[in-house]
């Protein structure tokens, strides 16, 4: 058995694990340890981890079902494993904007994964915020405005040119709606989630809405919606609910969907960044 060593990261979120190969089979005990790390801590992060993509698949798919992206070029024979390439040339990055990913989803993204293969010398970190914290911080009135309410989430204009300007610079965006039969509905879709939903482990309640794929809370316009929205956005942005993870080579990231939301900082220009991802699905859809 492993002798781990679990290093919180911030007061709100966030650990570092130490004293586990995760290229080799993990025992029982292990893997139970390092899931309810996972699950406790909302976002760990492993370094100096030798890891080839059938390692990371293997590992992160202990989580949930794989997600071939449906737009993003999988790596050769790893279809669930795509790069996210920043070149020095380049001043646009991948997920630049706070969201979740893949809430458009009727069974909705759990956890996401980044492997970091090269990383500049300062700069591109991720910044992960508690959605838990979010929601317990909010006031017993807005508790009880928001806690019946279903929002709209779908793919907004925001998504959109993010994908086109990955397409520009790669020539990765090469799938479609072929992909939604993995997921049971067209990803095209507009899908309801709560706003506010139980964790299906902890039992804790979590803000659930994010500027990536929220369009609108329903029976409402987007235009009544925003004015929420926004203050919902700016809320979640506290500093106290989150913190930024400085990645370094061979550093293996994963959090948790079901009550994060991140942003992926571009602020190395002229600088080559190269992550694996993978992203993983819940069983059931979001519960209130």
């Not at 340890?33 to 890891?51: C, E, N, S, T």
């Not at 790069?83 to 069974?107: A, S």
């Not at 293996?252 to 220009?269: E, F, K, P, V």
Request: charged content about 25%.
């Amino acid at each position: 058995m492993a002798q781990i060593t679990i290093r919180p990261l911030s007061g709100s979120l966030g650990a570092e694990i130490t004293g586990v190969d995760l290229s080799d089979d993990l025992d029982n005990a292990t893997a139970a340890d390092l899931h309810q790390a996972f699950v406790d801590h909302q976002a760990v992060f492993f370094p100096d981890q030798r890891l080839g993509p059938a390692d990371m698949l293997r590992y992160v798919s202990r989580l949930g079902d794989p997600l071939v992206h449906p737009y993003l070029q999988s790596l050769d024979g790893f279809p669930a494993i795509h790069e996210l390439r920043k070149t020095p040339d380049e001043r646009v990055n991948f997920g630049n904007i706070w969201h979740t990913d893949f809430t458009n989803l009727e069974h909705p993204s759990l956890a996401n994964a980044l492997y970091a293969i090269e990383t500049p010398d300062c700069g591109g970190d991720t910044l992960i915020m508690s959605m838990y914290e979010a929601y317990e911080a909010l006031s017993p009135g807005m508790k009880a405005l928001l806690d019946p309410l279903m929002a709209v989430h779908g793919r907004p204009a925001s998504y959109q040119q993010a994908l086109a300007d990955q397409s520009k610079r790669d020539s990765t965006v090469t799938r479609g709606d072929e992909a939604g039969e993995q997921y049971g509905a067209d990803v095209e879709a507009e899908v309801l989630h709560p706003v506010v939903r139980s964790h299906p482990e902890t039992g804790r309640r979590a803000l659930y809405v994010n500027p990536g794929f929220t369009l609108r809370f329903e029976g409402m316009s987007e235009e009544e919606s925003q004015p929420l929205l926004d203050f919902l956005y700016r809320h979640c942005e506290r500093p106290e609910f989150g913190f930024r993870y400085t990645w370094r080579p061979q550093t293996l990231g994963i959090w948790d969907n079901r009550c994060t939301m991140h942003y992926a900082s571009n602020d190395y220009q002229g600088k080559l960044r190269v992550m694996h991802r993978m992203v993983v699905l819940e069983s059931e859809r979001p519960a209130p």
